[in-house]
């Protein structure tokens, strides 16, 4: 059964960082890529990036140049450090399988003063 865990969320002033963390069980996480999705308030879901099982990334324009996605393969970890957020990137903050939509429950992330 696959399982996604996402934690470090939380709530951080305009211009701050946080960095999101998702632990991955249950299936043979080196051979997968993953992505990080996000859904706002009011906001269908968005995707953010994908990171594919070697460490190569892709990112959407609204996060292109702040946040960036990695991976440890041996820890079974995917990582989104997020830098220069705003409020705009308020939202639920997931991890997700890409393959099959495996996503997590969710780690809140809130930006404001």
């Known amino acids: 059964e696959v399982q996604l865990v996402e934690t470090g969320g939380g709530l951080v002033q305009p211009g701050g960082s946080l960095r999101l963390s998702c632990a991955a069980s249950?299936?043979?996480?080196?051979?997968?890529?993953m992505a990080w999705v996000r859904q706002g308030p009011g906001k269908a879901l968005e995707w953010i990036t994908t990171i594919n099982a070697g460490g190569g990334t892709i990112y959407s324009d609204s996060v292109k140049g702040r946040f960036t996605a990695s991976r440890d393969n041996a820890k079974n970890m995917v990582y989104l450090q997020m830098t220069s957020l705003k409020p705009e990137d308020t939202a639920v903050y997931y991890c997700?399988?890409?393959?099959?939509?495996?996503r997590g429950q969710g780690t809140q992330v809130t930006v404001s003063s």
């Open positions: 997700e399988k890409v393959g099959d939509l495996s």
């Open positions: 249950g299936f043979t996480f080196s051979m997968y890529s």
